[in-house]
C-alpha cells in the first residue's frame, strides 16, 4: 500500500511538472532543459523557510511558487526573444548556476549533502487536487484566446506576428507560468520526501519531461497526461533501475520521432467532454 | 591578470574551441543545436581511457584511434537520430529533440556499463611542468594547447581548400542548391559529421585528461554552446574566439577570492544573459535570420 501511495505521489507531481513542460514546449514551441532548476527553487525556497525560519507551510508553498514564477521572469524576460537554441541554452546555463548556488551556500542549503528535516505536509488528496487543478489550469489555458495563439507561435512565428500577435509577451507568459508550475511541483516533492538536494534536478530531469511531452503527442494535453503516468509509473511498478528506464525512454523517443512523429495522440485530446478542438494543421509542429 | 593566467586561461579556451567548432559545423549545415555532441565527447573520453590503459599507447596513438571511433560513433549517430528526419523535412524542433535524446542515451549507456566510478587517465609524460622565463605550464595543457592549434588549422585547410570544404561550405548557405548542382548531400552531411566526430574524439581525450572521468562529462558541451554563443552561432572563427575567451574568463574566474570553481558557472551563466541581451548576434555579428 505504502508504495502504491508514493507511486501515486510522483506521478501526480510528475504530471504537475509535465503540464508546466506541455505550456512551454508543446503549446509555444520553446525548449527548457531548466525546468528542473525552478523545481529546485520551488523546493529549496519552501523547504529552506519552514526548516531554518519556521515559517508555516501555506505561506512557504506560495512563496516558493512564486519565488520560481520570479527566476521564470528572471530568465525568460532576456531571453524569449532569441532564437529557440537560445532558450534552451539559457535555462540549460541557469540549470547549471542554481546547482552550482545551492552547493555553495552550503550554510542554508546544505550544500551537497542537501536539505533534511523538511516536515511531510504533502498528502495524497493534496497532491491529486494539485494535479488536477493544474491540468484544469492549463486545459483552459490552451482553448482559450491565449492558447490558440500559442499555437500559432509555434507553427509559424512570423506568420503569427504578422498576423497581430504579440509574439515575445505571449512567449514570457508562457514561460512564466510554467516555471511557476515546476516550482509548485518543487514545493510538493521536497514536502513529500522530506529531503532534497541538488543532484535531484539536474537538467535529465528537464529532458525527461520533454519526452513525456513529446511521446504523448506534442499537442495533445491529454497525451501529456497519459504519458506521464504510462512512462512514470511503469516503470517503478517493473523495479526498473532508472539507467534502464532513460534507455528506454530515449529508445522511445527515436523511435516516435522517426516514424510517428506527431506522438500517441498528435493533437487530439482524448475526454468526455466533447470540447471545440483547435484544427488540425496536418503536420506535428 | 597576469600573463600566467592569460596562458592558462588560452590552453583551457583551445580545449573549448574544439568542442565549440565541432558544434558549429553541425549547426551551419543542418542548423540545430547538436547535444549529441556531448554524448560523443563522454563516449570518446571513455574509449580513449580504454585504449590507453589497455593497450599502453601513448598520446599520438590513443588520440589517433580515439578520434577515428568519435567519427565513427558520430556517423552513426547521423544514421540513427537525423537520416529519417532529413529525408522527411521534419522542423528543426525535432532534430533537435533528437540530438539531445541521443546525447542522455550515449551518457546512460556509458553510466551502466561503468557505473558512476570516478577514473583517470594514465600519466602520458614523465615531466609534468614546464618552465621558461618564469612562466609555468602543464606539459599536458601545453600539448593540449599546440594540437588544439594543429587541429584548427588542419580543419581550415579541408574547409578552404579542398572540394569537400566547397561541398560543407555550399551544403551550409543552401542545401536545396547544392543539391541541384548534383552535389550527393547525403554523403556531404556523413562526411561533416565524420569530422565532427573526429573534433569530439580530440576534445573528449583532453576533457578526460584535464578532469577525471565521470559519465557526465559530456554536459562540457555547454562551454561549447556558450563559446558559439559569445562568438555568433554557426560562425566557425567567432566559436574559436568566443572558446578562448571563455577559457581566459574562467582562469580568472576561478583565481578571484569568493567566487571560486564554485561559483563561476554562475558568473558565467550572469556573462552569457548579459551578452544575449546587449549582442544576441555574437561577436561575429552575423545573425542567422529564420527564413519564410
Not at chain 2, 558520430?74 to 539531445?100: D, T
Request: net charge positive; hydrophobic share 55%; with cysteine.
Amino acid at each position: 500500500m505504502g508504495i502504491s501511495v508514493s507511486v501515486l505521489v510522483f506521478t501526480c507531481i510528475s504530471i504537475i511538472g509535465v503540464s508546466g513542460v506541455f505550456l512551454i514546449t508543446g503549446l509555444a514551441g520553446m525548449f527548457s532543459l531548466g525546468q528542473a532548476s525552478f523545481m529546485a527553487v520551488g523546493a529549496y525556497t519552501s523547504g529552506v523557510l519552514v526548516v531554518r525560519f519556521g515559517v508555516p507551510f501555506p505561506v512557504a508553498a506560495v512563496t516558493g511558487t512564486l519565488a520560481g514564477v520570479l527566476a521564470g521572469l528572471l530568465v525568460g524576460l532576456p531571453t524569449v526573444r532569441l532564437r529557440r537554441d537560445y532558450i534552451a541554452l539559457v535555462t540549460f546555463g541557469f540549470g547549471e548556476a542554481i546547482i552550482a548556488i545551492l552547493n555553495n551556500l552550503s550554510h542554508i542549503t546544505g550544500g551537497a549533502m542537501g536539505l533534511v528535516g523538511i516536515p511531510p505536509m504533502t498528502t495524497l488528496p493534496l497532491v491529486l487536487l494539485s494535479a488536477v487543478f493544474s491540468l484544469f489550469f492549463v486545459w483552459n489555458f490552451k482553448f482559450s484566446k491565449y492558447g490558440r495563439q500559442c499555437i500559432a507561435i509555434r507553427t509559424d512565428e512570423l506568420a503569427a506576428r504578422s498576423m497581430g500577435i504579440h509574439g515575445d509577451g505571449l512567449k514570457l507568459l508562457v514561460f512564466i507560468l510554467s516555471a511557476g508550475l515546476s516550482a509548485y511541483a518543487g514545493v510538493l516533492y521536497g514536502f513529500y520526501t522530506t529531503y532534497v538536494d541538488p543532484g535531484l534536478f539536474n537538467w535529465t530531469r528537464s529532458a525527461e519531461w520533454i519526452i513525456m511531452v513529446f511521446f504523448g503527442g506534442l499537442g495533445s494535453l491529454t497525451g501529456a497526461v497519459v504519458s506521464a503516468i504510462l512512462l512514470g509509473t511503469l516503470p517503478e511498478i517493473l523495479r526498473f533501475a532508472s539507467e534502464w528506464r532513460i534507455l528506454l525512454y530515449c529508445a522511445i523517443v527515436l523511435v516516435i520521432i522517426n516514424f510517428r512523429p506527431k506522438g500517441l495522440l498528435g493533437e487530439r485530446e482524448l475526454g468526455i467532454i466533447k470540447k471545440k478542438t483547435t484544427p488540425d494543421t496536418g503536420r506535428a509542429v | 591578470m597576469s600573463l600566467q593566467q592569460l596562458l592558462n586561461g588560452v590552453s583551457l579556451g583551445s580545449v573549448y574551441s574544439i568542442i565549440a567548432v565541432g558544434f558549429a559545423l553541425v549547426f551551419n549545415i543542418l542548423k540545430f543545436s547538436n547535444f549529441s555532441h556531448g554524448g560523443v565527447l563522454t563516449v570518446t573520453a571513455y574509449t580513449g581511457f580504454l585504449i590507453a590503459t589497455r593497450f599502453s599507447l601513448g598520446l599520438p596513438l590513443t588520440l589517433f584511434f580515439t578520434s577515428l571511433a568519435g567519427g565513427v560513433l558520430a556517423v552513426l549517430i547521423e544514421r540513427v537520430a537525423f537520416r529519417r528526419l532529413r529525408r522527411n523535412k521534419s522542423p528543426v524542433i525535432f532534430f533537435f529533440v533528437s540530438s539531445i535524446t541521443m546525447g542522455i542515451l550515449l551518457e546512460n549507456l556509458i553510466t551502466i556499463a561503468f557505473s558512476s566510478n570516478f577514473y583517470s587517465y594514465p600519466k602520458f609524460f614523465q615531466r609534468t611542468i614546464l618552465e621558461w622565463k618564469g612562466f609555468h605550464m602543464a606539459v599536458t595543457d601545453f600539448w593540449m594547447l599546440v594540437i588544439s592549434l594543429v587541429v584548427l588549422g588542419l580543419l581550415m585547410g579541408i574547409l578552404y581548400r579542398t572540394k569537400l570544404g566547397v561541398a560543407i561550405r555550399a551544403l551550409s548557405m543552401d542545401p536545396t542548391t547544392t543539391l541541384l548542382m548534383g552535389a550527393n548531400v547525403d554523403r556531404i552531411v556523413v562526411a561533416t559529421f565524420f569530422v565532427v566526430g573526429i573534433l569530439g574524439g580530440i576534445a573528449g581525450v583532453f576533457l578526460g585528461i584535464n578532469y577525471t572521468l565521470y559519465p557526465q562529462l559530456g554536459q562540457l558541451i555547454v562551454k561549447g554552446f556558450i563559446a558559439s554563443v559569445i562568438g555568433g552561432l554557426g560562425n566557425l572563427s567567432g566559436a574559436v574566439v568566443g572558446a578562448l575567451l571563455l577559457g581566459i574568463l574562467e582562469v580568472i574566474l576561478t583565481g578571484i577570492e569568493g567566487i571560486g570553481s564554485g561559483l563561476a558557472p554562475v558568473v558565467i551563466f550572469f556573462i552569457t544573459l548579459i551578452f544575449l541581451i546587449l549582442r544576441p548576434q555574437g561577436i561575429a555579428g552575423k545573425i542567422i535570420q529564420e527564413k519564410v
